[in-house]
């Protein structure tokens, strides 16, 4: 792990250019970005574009590896990040709440009895030899390129009502139903019976303000029972 690292820092200037001109370069600043990745084995696992569009309107574009910080931390950094930012802009010392080192945590990690983990662990997923997949039609291309896609599913007031009801009548929290309906969803298109995925660390205090990757995915085995008359699929 290195102590220091000094961070990648692209400055552009495109006030000449036109606010069409300006969306296009940075589309094509972000296709590319986005293709470029990063070397694991070299600090730091992100890097900046600062883009000046006018006189006092600059655009940031902020490029991190998973690895480094999650959604747990992104708002915390922000956080000390824009309170930085205000008092440079008023000329003042920042105040930054107290932050706990990592170190601690790893210090705790150490303490765990890891035999103990693994025995637990074992005994939980047996009976799986591989990671569930999802066995889906791809669409054939002649071109291969990698790329991602997103959707976004907004619910209803009346149905998120009713999750939240349910939550509460099968003493649930909606994280739960959520997890209930992934593995449903996992069962469904792997065609398995028993299915595991990975959530995240469910033990980390909400008080708590490290910003890093607290991104340790526990295997999470789900038995999925068969479709049935009372309850059908």
């Known amino acids: 792990m ?30 590319t970005d986005r293709f470029q990745g990063f070397t694991l084995s070299q600090a730091p696992l992100l890097r900046l ?22 959604g747990w931390s992104i ?53 799986f030899m591989a990671p569930t997949s999802i066995a889906v039609e791809k669409a054939q291309s002649a071109v291969r390129e990698v790329s991602y896609g ?30 209930g309906a992934w593995a449903i969803l996992l069962s469904r298109y792997s065609g398995e019976s028993d299915v595991v995925f990975g959530p995240r660390s469910p033990d980390v205090p909400r008080r708590c303000r490290i910003s890093s990757a607290w991104l340790v995915s526990l295997s999470t085995p789900c038995p999925c029972a068969p479709a049935s008359p009372d309850h059908p699929g």
């Open 49 to 70: 574009l600062l883009c000046q569009l006018s006189e006092d309107h600059y655009q940031v574009v902020w490029t991190y590896h998973h690895l480094l910080l999650d």
């Open 75 to 127: 708002p915390l950094l922000l956080k000390d990040l824009f309170a930085c930012y205000q008092a440079t802009d008023q000329q003042r010392q920042p105040v930054l709440g107290k932050v706990r080192s990592y170190q601690d945590y790893i210090l705790w990690l150490q303490q765990q009895d890891m035999a103990k983990a693994e025995a637990f662990w074992r005994e939980k997923l047996s009976g």
């Open 2 to 31: 290195s102590r220091t690292a000094e961070i990648p820092v692209i400055s552009v200037d495109w006030q000449a250019d036109s606010v069409e001109e300006q969306q296009a370069k940075l589309a094509e600043y972000l296709k």
């Open 150 to 179: 997103k959707c976004q599913l907004e619910l209803s007031e009346e149905v998120t009502q009713g999750l939240q009801r349910l939550g509460r009548q099968q003493q649930l929290t909606l994280n739960t139903l959520v997890q």
